[in-house]
């Protein structure tokens, strides 16, 4: 075996805790730079998750909304796919919008009014307290799904302000770490503070910023209206030369007012974006008298491109016949024309990923659009529904739900819920109907196929028949373990720790209450020469004979035991040492009168008994009482075996 083999398995596992604590401490300590490295809060979110997954696990931020009644999901560094497939089994709910409640006396609470880390082994209770109650049937499946076997629940504050939580979930956690975890949260809670006190100094800078700004602008009005406007504005001659620009010229391209007079437009173009010969047009027809407006790439004097709006109007300065441009910049309209397409996408993704169909319907119940969803087995060409109307294609009794529902939604503002069953392909399938307001005097239905609810509800109530029969199988077997756990398995007697356990307590009510209490012990004689002599069959079947005869002469409130190999033990409660010699010696004399077949003789069998009663003013245990009765055994075998003997001193 090599070295590494020969170590002990604890100094392995003592070794392995070690390590496993050192990288948790250095991830956290790398989370913690990232941390003050952060100027953002999705820098500081993602800092915080990228340290807890190279351990293996994965980090949620839970922050306090304004009712300090709830808490909100800032973060979670779990994969965007894994929380979509989550709302979407949350019927749509964002986790994002979601409403964390925290519940009184719940996990969340304690960490939170304790300010200290909690571990939680299982995720069950965790989950199961802030779900929405639809998803508790779930939890089993989320637990899994986000791996939260062991899970640590962190609160966020700093300058006696509770900020919110942090929720770490990875195997790799165990109770040890929440130190290290509390320490952690503190630098997440310290940082978050100085990202909301950094954001709070920008917008009061950038307050600043725009009061200075309309201070300068109100300036320049005083100079003239050509620069108080404040965009961009150009006046050319007729053979293109700038006569003058204003401030916004300026500002736009960041040469002065002096370079751009007697140049022509071509040193602002940027580099093969703009076609001249259209804005010659452009010009043409402004001269003319048609206004005109055209988008320009700009070059500025530091090089940077950028998209501007021009408009050309015909006019006249200090006598002559010019065009005067307004230019605007709209890099933010292109931006926002640009997040607007990527919205559009995300939202169109969305749909693509949604399996429920959706309509748009007119109060009078005409189709007005149709959303399939992507869920191929119920997928329904739009012609079927668009321009047809719900009383042409539903059911009668669908109908009445259908206008019953909205007319409640009409009435009270509310959306509003409705089932039904429709035979598809020969088979029978179930819908759930949400409807919702839409664009004031339209309506919106969402239809989600719920036929799985219905047969998950069947297996359910499978799970749960064999689930109580498999409760009741336990039960079962758990009361035989109880019974195997105090009984001896060959004589069926208490065995002897469950005797000490009974003999204990009744020993300590006779010595408070000082109550008779008296003892026999007794062993078979010659046990040893017989159980070797004719075998262990043979000496069992003598225990279990003996065992029978002691049970047939005891009281229901005495207790009897086999103490050991063949020694046996009556505890006698209530009852003094004489009236316990009567019991002792009767069982002896039944005993005697028996006998035990062996190879094809009768052979006598005999015991010797040992007794001793309480003593109130000098015993203090049990045991004690014991010791006096094997001592009183002793005697009685000494005179001769066969014989009951009391104890006594003398």
């Keep these: 075996m090599s070295p590494q083999e020969l170590q002990p398995k604890g100094k392995n596992r003592s070794r392995k805790t070690q390590t496993r604590a050192q990288d948790l401490l250095l991830a956290l300590s790398r989370a913690a730079q990232s941390i003050q490295r952060a100027h953002t809060a999705e820098d500081f979110y993602q800092a915080v998750g990228r340290e807890i997954q190279s351990l293996g696990g994965d980090a949620a931020l839970l922050l306090f909304n304004e009712d300090r009644q709830s808490l909100s999901m800032a973060f979670l560094s779990y994969p965007p796919d894994l929380v979509r497939q989550v709302e979407r089994m949350a019927g749509g709910l964002s986790m994002y919008e979601y409403r964390f409640p925290i519940v009184p006396g719940g996990i969340y609470e304690r960490a939170l009014q304790g300010r200290t880390a909690v571990y939680i082994a299982s995720a069950d209770e965790m989950l199961n307290e802030i779900i929405p109650s639809h998803m508790r049937a779930f939890s089993g499946e989320l637990t899994s799904m986000f791996n939260l076997g062991h899970s640590v629940m962190a609160p966020l504050w700093v300058e006696n302000e509770t900020m919110g939580l942090l929720a770490v979930g990875g195997a790799f956690f165990s109770a040890a770490d929440l130190p290290a975890m509390d320490s952690f949260a503190g630098q997440i809670a310290t940082g978050l503070y100085n990202i909301r006190l950094m954001q709070k100094l920008q917008e009061e800078l950038e307050a600043r910023k725009q009061a200075e700004e309309a201070l300068r602008i109100s300036q320049a009005t005083f100079e003239g209206i050509f620069n108080s406007v404040s965009e961009t504005i150009y006046i050319q001659s007729e053979d293109g030369l700038f006569l003058n620009v204003n401030l916004g010229a300026e500002r736009m391209y960041g040469y002065s007012r002096e370079y751009f007079i007697g140049r022509t437009p071509e040193f602002l173009s940027a580099p093969g974006l703009n076609d001249f010969d259209k804005v010659a047009e452009y010009v043409r027809q402004a001269f003319l008298g048609q206004p005109t407006a055209f988008e320009f790439w700009g070059l500025r004097k530091d090089g940077t491109i950028f998209p501007k709006e021009v408009r050309l109007a015909a006019g006249t300065y200090y006598g002559r016949k010019v065009v005067i441009a307004v230019a605007r910049d709209i890099t933010a309209r292109k931006k ?315």
């Design 336 to 650: 926002a024309e640009e997040e607007q397409r990527a919205s559009k996408a995300k939202v169109q993704a969305l749909l693509d990923s949604v399996p429920d169909m959706m309509f748009v319907l007119s109060r009078d119940g005409e189709f007005i659009e149709y959303y399939a969803g992507n869920e191929q087995s119920l997928h329904i060409p739009p012609d079927v529904f668009l321009g047809r109307n719900v009383r042409d294609l539903m059911p009668e009794d669908l109908i009445e739900k259908h206008f019953a529902a909205q007319e409640a939604l009409m009435r009270t503002g509310k959306s509003q819920l409705f089932t039904y069953s429709l035979e598809s392909s020969g088979q029978k399938r179930d819908f759930e109907a949400h409807m919702v307001t839409y664009l004031t005097d339209n309506i919106l239905c969402v239809i989600r196929d719920v036929t799985w609810r219905r047969e998950a509800e069947d297996e359910l109530r499978r799970a749960n028949l064999s689930l109580q029969a498999a409760h009741k199988e336990l039960q079962q077997m758990f009361a035989h373990e109880q019974v195997l756990a105090r009984t001896d398995v060959l004589t069926g007697l208490f065995n002897r720790r469950h005797f000490f356990d009974l003999a204990t307590r009744e020993f300590n009510s006779s010595l408070r209450y000082r109550r008779p209490l008296a003892l026999i012990l007794f062993d078979v004689d010659g046990f040893k020469t017989a159980n070797d002599t004719f075998g262990h069959a043979f000496g069992d079947n003598i225990l279990v004979k003996i065992a029978q005869a002691a049970r047939s002469q005891v009281r229901d409130v005495d207790v009897l035991a086999r103490y050991g190999g063949d020694e046996f033990i009556i505890l006698m409660p209530e009852t003094g040492v004489e009236q316990a010699f009567s019991t002792a010696d009767r069982l002896r004399k039944m005993i005697e009168s028996a006998s035990v077949e062996a190879d094809g003789a009768e052979l006598p069998v005999t015991i010797s008994v040992g007794l001793a009663e309480i003593a109130h003013d000098a015993d203090h245990s049990v045991e004690a009482v014991i010791s006096r009765a094997d001592k009183a055994l002793y005697q009685a075998k000494q005179a001769g075996r066969n014989h009951a003997v009391i104890f006594s001193d003398q």
